[in-house]
């Protein structure tokens, strides 16, 4: 079993930015693939960006070049700095661990992003 809790969430003014962080409880936060993912309201849960052990990112189409996910394996942590945010970011963030068959997911965290 893995715990994940996010943090970082908020209101922002468009162009602005914001830094979520999850924590993971796991001895083996290695072995995970981390994520980050997004559900507005009336939508459907969606990826948002995902990061390997060795750092290998994955990003959707919309966040590319504004969004950047990190990880620090010491810390068990994964991050998401978010730049250039706009309303359409608007939405909760759910932080997921997922490794073979098993996946994890926090809490979630809101994003607003208005004026």
């Known amino acids: 079993q893995v715990q994940l809790v996010e943090s970082g969430g908020g209101l922002v003014q468009p162009g602005g930015s914001l830094r979520l962080s999850c924590a993971a409880s796991t001895s083996v936060f290695s072995s995970y693939v981390m994520g980050w993912y997004r559900q507005a309201p009336g939508k459907q849960r969606e990826l948002v960006a995902t990061?390997?052990?060795?750092?290998?990112?994955n990003y959707a189409d919309s966040v590319k070049g504004r969004f950047t996910i990190t990880r620090d394996n010491a810390m068990k942590r994964v991050y998401l700095q978010m730049n250039s945010l706009k309303p359409e970011d608007t939405a909760v963030y759910y932080c997921?661990?997922?490794?073979?068959?098993?996946?994890?997911w926090g809490q979630g965290t809101q994003v607003t992003v208005s004026s």
């Open positions: 997921n661990a997922r490794r073979l068959v098993s996946t994890y």
């Open positions: 990061i390997t052990y060795g750092g290998s990112s």
